[in-house]
């Protein structure tokens, strides 16, 4: 069994910043990429950002110069920057893992449950 855990959501005013952090647990044998999506009330889930296992960086346009992904991979843990915050940004936002379980050969998709961001004008 994997779980991916997020927190550090919240509610913050525009302008200012939270870090969001996603740990995955269980019977881990590799992790591969990491990454956040978000989706908005209405909207469809959209990508913020990814990582891979090299550490290499893929940017929604929306968030560039914004937000920072980063990650720990002693920790399984994929963290999320988010600076000068907009309303819009407001979302759940989810963290994705592709690994591969001691029990399989193949890599999988997880996903988190899901942290609120609200930023208030």
């Known amino acids: 069994q994997v779980q991916l855990v997020e927190s550090g959501g919240g509610l913050v005013q525009a302008g200012g910043s939270l870090r969001l952090s996603c740990a995955a647990s269980?019977?881990?044998?590799?992790?591969?990429?990491m990454g956040w999506y978000r989706q908005a009330p209405r909207n469809q889930r959209e990508l913020v950002a990814t990582?891979?296992?090299?550490?290499?960086?893929n940017y929604a346009d929306s968030v560039k110069g914004r937000f920072t992904i980063s990650r720990d991979n002693a920790k399984n843990t994929v963290y999320l920057q988010m600076n000068s915050l907009k309303p819009e940004d407001t979302a759940v936002y989810y963290c994705?893992?592709?690994?591969?379980?001691?029990?399989?050969?193949?890599?999988?998709?997880?996903w988190g449950q899901g942290t609120q961001v609200t930023v208030s004008s």
């Open positions: 994705t893992a592709s690994l591969r379980t001691r029990a399989t050969s193949t890599l999988a998709d997880y």
């Open positions: 990582i891979s296992s090299g550490s290499s960086t």
């Open positions: 269980g019977r881990i044998f590799w992790v591969n990429a």
